[in-house]
Nanobody
Framework: VQLQASGGGLVQAGGSLRLSCVGS????????MGWFRRAPGKEREFLAV????????YYSDSVEGRFTISRDNAKNTVYLQMNSLKPEDTAVYYC????????????????WGQGTLVTVSS
């Protein structure tokens, strides 16, 4: 599984960004997909997950109501729309495939590729 996240950058607090994650056709026809982040000095954090057909999604409390996960299987892409960004959202963001178990457990994901850096200035 090879995943590549993109779309990060520098944004002011209150702004928005949309991240994208591209993978193989096989990935997007077989797996639920999740988004995560790792802030400097912190553990990797679960943010959101979306089911294979895109009809169900779950969010962490820290981003619910601000971030929206979506996917386009025809384009082999999963997205993370991030609104009302805060300085504490500064982190490297990753996507990954869900391999089974509890959605909120980062150990149940794989295919970690290079992330994309999001920096939110105050």
């Amino acid at each position: 599984v090879q995943l590549q996240a993109s779309g990060g950058g520098l944004v002011q607090a209150g702004g928005s960004l949309r991240l994208s994650c591209v993978g193989s056709r096989r990935t997007f026809t077989n797996y639920d997909m999740g988004w995560f982040r790792r802030a400097p000095g912190k553990e990797r954090e679960f943010l959101a997950v979306i089911t294979l057909n895109g009809d169900t999604s779950y969010y962490s409390d820290s981003v619910e109501g601000r971030f929206t996960i979506s996917r386009d299987n025809a384009k082999n892409t999963v997205y993370l729309q991030m609104n009302s960004l805060k300085p504490e959202d500064t982190a490297v963001y990753y996507c990954a495939v869900f391999t089974g178990g509890r959605y909120y457990d980062t150990r149940n994901y794989g295919g970690w590729g290079q992330g994309t850096l999001v920096t939110v200035s105050s």
